[in-house]
């Protein structure tokens, strides 16, 4: 059986690996506070081109959207998210649990929201003489890619944005696949962009190659202080924060962040491009890692005796999209396997 | 310089490494539904002749303690602990930061707690008329061994939790630096007895010989259901669970988990052994992996050229017990060459 | 001016008023435990034909809603509500501020859920393997009647309470202005009825005569412990406990209580028909005391001239639905007033 | 039975009452923003001098402290109170139900913390090089009289804010009982110069002659942003407003508010007089309306034939200090016959 549900299912890349092996028995300042992870956030101030930015390394992904949503709300404010959104959708009330409503927006059929739909939320709350019977919507969260494997383009980040800051609250990017949507030959953003794009945002490493670790970017001035008190608090702050440091110094070593998504999305844009000779449509265009191809029942159902993968939208009583996630680690003899399996089935 | 700051200074033990190493480029199911997880959970039900306990891997102790204690507490119920104890001293309010309060016991110089205080803080919050007024006590936190490196003898394990029975709630044992209190030649409590002392408790793979991760055992039934929902929450669920897994597949192998504990137990013994024959006193008597020697501030600065140590408390004027934590990694050379560095400074 | 903007814009009955006068500088037990609360307490459970139930005197209706739902659920436990519930509009966030997600369900246009729907979102859960990336759907809150004023028949709440209990979990009822719907003339709910028909519910003392006052009970035996804990702590105790529990024994005597209900039921009523006449349609169909007519904007602009009133839902570039609550102190002859206001405004 | 157990045992003063039925039927809007609210909150602003102050009418103290504490602090942040302070022992763990911790100062025997203490906190907080690993002490919680009923003087008062502003963190005043602080003959403070001794504090209705409700100040800018957001999350946004706002007009009229805290206080000093004729000693000296005689068991069983009071403090086998809190409504024959009943037992 090979697996496509997701791009977590192997440990991590070699380079990962014998990165971690280069240090054994070595000392290091706990909690973040050593000279790798020193050079690691060096590291990635100059790949963004800006030393103002704070950089912190946490152990996954639902804790940097937990940590970084609390740390920027005050009590009674609240976070716009798509309704597809993985912290509305996946992380099992984490950011309720630490007291925020989040303001669901329908996206389109993509995932990605629109500056306009955040005129129109802030719009309507500011407008209300009750507003404070509603939660003040405060800051703004989208994924890029979306969990349809959409990506924003410069001037869809760019518009919302601006929006933000026309209404004077945060723009925080999930980036559990940053990488993959850097990668992506339809982006338009480089790396460095994103001190100008967003105030808070995060470079995942746990689908991209690492074992384990985010990256969470802080650009705003505003929301940097006694950052380490709320890593802290939510148990988020790891003993051996080298451990996670070390393995996105292998990770930025000749770009691998980005080779790796590239392979991923090439990989992902292949099997597109084979199925699509075949007449397989899909429910929404490839962009990154994740595609969603329409299969008929009977094809899933063989295809399940070789493979695993996610269904994840009922399209009628015969057919189904379902999800392939590729991996960093997959290869291109798995990919020519599958596309010859949905070939003899179809 | 050598830290004796802490036992997390370096990276893992080489098994662990390799054990990782061993696996790369396999798939595994995410979130620790894999067969790696399943079969150390089940390695670890042997080493406690138990089948019937819930196990979990979190990644790192903070985290695991705001979980498990936020899981058995109703909003209104608060956690008995030591005043040193690490919940309610060194988890910049992780605990509060779930909604409950830490009611505070004053230990004996050791740190450890006893049955009796347990009893006369129930008694006298259920023999209030208005006790609604104040968080009802609800559980009992103990870590073994203490912050002050003491550790529990199975008589003092027993009545606590004999009175935690008596009153009706839970004994979670903070297991941190459990292997080493496991392996004291002052112990006799044997890993397998704990399943009978207390209702959950954790043995700490971070501070002994682990990257990372802790390993929470789940005793009591009352405590079992949905608790996957609570890690998940708190963004504890790691997508590669069978990362920690394997690192304890490791640390279990051949008990390495023991030996690692002993080596560093005998590395401090050996300390205080040399020491006192110099006449040097200690704040608490060794009984793991943390020692506290009083010395003399000209003494302590000399040493600070050489060594890095926390100072602990200050005895008077001239004295100040310091704390030296001796690493599963600490080898014999560095003992020797620091009771020398004492000995020639004295 | 005369406002319909709300049932809660004049002091309280004047019976209210001398019950709380009768009792002046007479000494009673603070935090309600006093005779008084004993006494009502044992009049409502009189009038529910049930010795059983626990009863509550509360300040105000979300201090009730977040007590009563954050104590019953656990932490990563949602609770379901109607997309217009009171909860999820008007609250400021203050369930979540507890740490709980509201899911919302769409009802149809009178804001009432069926039991159908509760059935759909539990099973989807519950058949996911993935479930415990999700809150967890855990109890039902309505409304009786709902922010339309629409009610619930007894055969759709007995529909929802089973659905309820399929499911194993508790149903709350917010009953703000359950008087209203108990008195309302499609109602074939008696107030004892509710003991079957949920686990916990309110009757609302504000908008129905008191100066202020909630009267919780607590049906279910399960969420009866400990709760004058929750009250406490979420600062719902209040000393004068008696303060309100004599208001509801004025609002008990000769059920007043549903006699202002089905005063303020009459007069909505009786607009509705009036202004039928005059080929006004209506948002709604009309159950309880608020009634949305549905007016041209220069007809709205007139009544403004002398009337409070919210715009409820525009309907078109010339029409819109305007909400009318009309109180238990509201008189006939304003009500004819402003029939005839729109009368020769039309 | 007479109860000195507390002074929230009768409903209102008079006046109260016949100011709130003044305006019955009339009608006002809701939430706090009719006139009648408008107008008072101009009369504290007259009374105390300053125009600047935000001023909100809350339900009771729990409630007060709850929103206010929870507004200040940010989730990393904790609050200093002596361990004797109400949000300490009598609040069921609310402050830390919304997340925080309370960092508690032993004070001396009279219930008041020092300016040291405070600077004590602070400074061994921020050279910590791990501060981070504990709660950021961040504001400070008294109150006026302190559970002991001693008073701060205007220098301590000045020490403490003073002390705060060096540290940059606000200073609140409890003041359930702050008319007779300032009502006291031991005060030196006038109402007006609290607007310069700290950054928020509420004086106390409920335990001053009104049924219920608390009025709140807010004095330092930082706070006031979006308030009224904080008290409808928690609760404590009441829809007739009015209701309180209207008790504290009764209140201020002629400085009723203070009479009644002279006449408690007197009446306190009166027994502490007589009883000390009878070297009768106290736990603490007379400040406000509690007294704490030290009698002996004998005595106390045979009062207790007669009044309602509660053990406060057990000082050997014989003797115990007992609480005896003065209400506004306690009348001089009563206190009278109290004494007599001291001196015949005696």
Same mark, same amino acid.
């Given at each position: ?31 973040? &506070? ?8 060096? @590291? +990635?101030?100059? !790949?963004?081109? $800006? =030393? ?38 996946? &992380? ?8 925020? @409503? +989040?303001?669901? !927006?329908?996206? $389109? =059929? ?49 518009? +919302? ?5 026309? =209404? ?179």
């Amino acid at each position: 059986m090979y697996s496509f549900r997701n791009d977590y299912s192997e440990l991590c890349h070699e380079k990962v690996l014998s990165k971690l092996a280069s240090i054994n028995r070595k000392q290091f300042d706990g909690y973040g &506070e050593d000279e790798i992870t020193l050079k690691v956030k060096n @590291k +990635i101030k100059s !790949l963004l081109n $800006n =030393n103002n930015v704070d950089v912190y390394f946490i152990s996954g992904g639902t804790q940097t959207n937990l940590v970084s949503i609390s740390s920027i709300l005050k009590p009674y404010q609240a976070v716009l998210s798509a309704d597809s959104g993985h912290i509305a959708t996946h &992380e099992a009330g984490a950011i309720e649990s630490t007291g925020h @409503k +989040i303001i669901t !927006l329908k996206p $389109n =059929n993509t995932g990605k929201i629109k500056a306009s739909q955040i005129s129109q939320i802030m719009d309507n709350h500011f407008k209300d003489e009750a507003r404070e019977h509603t939660p003040q919507p405060a800051m703004v969260y989208i994924s890029n890619p979306t969990e349809f494997g959409s990506i924003y383009k410069y001037k869809e980040l760019k518009e +919302i944005k601006e929006e933000c800051e026309k =209404n004077n609250i945060p723009l925080y990017i999930d980036g559990a696949r940053l990488s993959q949507a850097l990668a992506s030959e339809k982006s338009d953003i480089k790396f460095s962009d994103l001190v100008n794009l967003c105030d808070m945002f995060y470079l995942g490493g746990t689908k991209n190659g690492a074992i384990f670790g985010e990256c969470l970017v802080v650009i705003n001035d505003n929301y940097k202080k006694d950052f380490r008190y709320n890593l802290k608090q939510k148990g988020a702050l790891m003993a051996k924060g080298f451990s996670i440091a070390l393995q996105f110094e292998a990770l930025f070593e000749n770009n691998l962040f980005l080779e790796l998504g590239k392979k991923a999305n090439y990989n992902a844009k292949y099997i597109v491009e084979e199925l699509t000779k075949m007449n397989i449509p899909f429910l929404v265009e490839q962009e990154s890692n994740q595609i969603f191809p329409i299969l008929n029942n009977t094809l899933i159902d063989k295809l399940r005796e070789k493979y695993l993968f996610y269904n994840w939208q009922v399209i009628d009583e015969n057919y189904c999209a379902i999800r392939l996630c590729i991996s960093w680690a997959t290869e291109k003899d798995i990919i020519k396997e599958f596309i010859n399996d949905v070939k003899i089935n179809i």
